[in-house]
């Protein structure tokens, strides 16, 4: 039986409008005249015999018929999407892709990367970003991740190790810290919001406790260590993604480092993760975070 389907443009056109919440904009995502979205949107109202957006002032708004229809047809196009580029991605080379921190991409895995290629020269790595508090897989075959304690439990189960971790206290090398016996009292201490327990974790297993008199919150870990650049605090973050501010003397430690259980794993994420290129992406990981 033949698939009863609008077209496809009429499709990517009403998605985009509905999310970007206007035809200019959605034609210009597009590479579309204005014309041509909105008689796209005319003809998928049309074959569907039922309004899709209202009027809203000079704008548009779903109507209750769009809303029920943009959850079906973003995850289709996303599906599409995914699959297309995997292919696009198999057709020019064996690759995998890889979602994590944009922090640890910045940080460590880019940095990095050059010996992941001179290692094997003929495949490619996708990247894509993540985080602790929305896991955006995106189609990657591999997640990677320290913070797991939001993922399903599957995906905890299967997660394979990589790497030890170490966490630890680090400021700017003015900032004002006082340090006597088993605590640390600062006016400042920076938290990632979304993980904020690992002070916590931190407190625990360096047998310490912080003081401090305000506290100062980012959503990621990068601006966490910008901040502590800055001398806005003292931030608790990965040994690794601040190995070169310590060296340079950018940044100082007022307290020891110390491992985290869980350390760093990589999640499984699609039927591809048993792949050649990620058991090769996986196996250079292993190599390349034992050194440093």
């Known amino acids: 039986m033949a698939r009863r389907l609008p077209p496809l443009f009429a499709l990517k056109a009403f998605e985009a409008t509905a999310r970007l919440g206007s035809v200019t904009r959605a034609a210009e995502e597009l590479g579309r005249t204005h014309g041509a ?3 796209q949107i005319r003809a998928l109202q049309e074959h569907a ?5 209202d009027k809203a002032g000079t704008g548009l708004r779903l109507s209750r018929q769009g809303e029920e229809l943009l959850p079906a047809v973003a995850q289709a196009l996303d599906h599409l999407e995914h699959a297309w580029l995997r292919m696009l991605d198999e ?5 995998v892709h890889v979602a994590c921190s944009a922090t640890f991409a910045m940080r460590w895995l880019v940095p990095h990367l050059a010996g992941f290629y001179r290692r094997h ?3 490619r790595v996708r990247l894509s970003m993540t985080s602790a508090r929305e896991i955006r897989h995106q189609g990657a075959d ?3 991740a320290w913070d797991r304690q939001s993922y399903p439990e ?3 189960a299967r997660a394979i190790r990589v790497a030890d971790v170490a966490f630890g206290p680090v400021c700017a090398p003015d900032y004002p810290v006082s340090v006597k016996g088993r605590r640390l009292s600062c006016a400042t201490r920076i938290v990632h919001e979304h993980t904020s327990r690992a002070w916590n974790v931190w407190q625990d297993n360096a047998d310490r406790r912080i003081t401090s008199k305000a ?3 980012f959503p990621h870990t990068h601006l966490c260590i910008e901040a502590a650049l800055s001398g806005l605090g003292v931030a608790l973050v990965e040994r690794r993604m601040v190995h070169d501010d310590l060296l340079a003397g950018r940044l100082v430690a007022p307290a020891q480092f110390v491992p985290f259980a869980d350390g760093l794993a990589i999640v499984p994420a699609s039927e591809r993760a048993d792949s050649p290129a990620a058991n090769a992406f996986i196996a250079w990981m292993i190599d390349e975070l034992e050194g440093g």
């Open 121 to 123: 020269p003929g495949m």
């Open 215 to 217: 506290e100062l919150s």
């Open 142 to 144: 591999l997640v990677v």
């Open 37 to 39: 979205v909105s008689k």
């Open 154 to 156: 599957r995906d905890q």
């Open 49 to 53: 015999g039922t309004a899709l957006f």
């Open 91 to 95: 057709a020019r080379a064996p690759s």
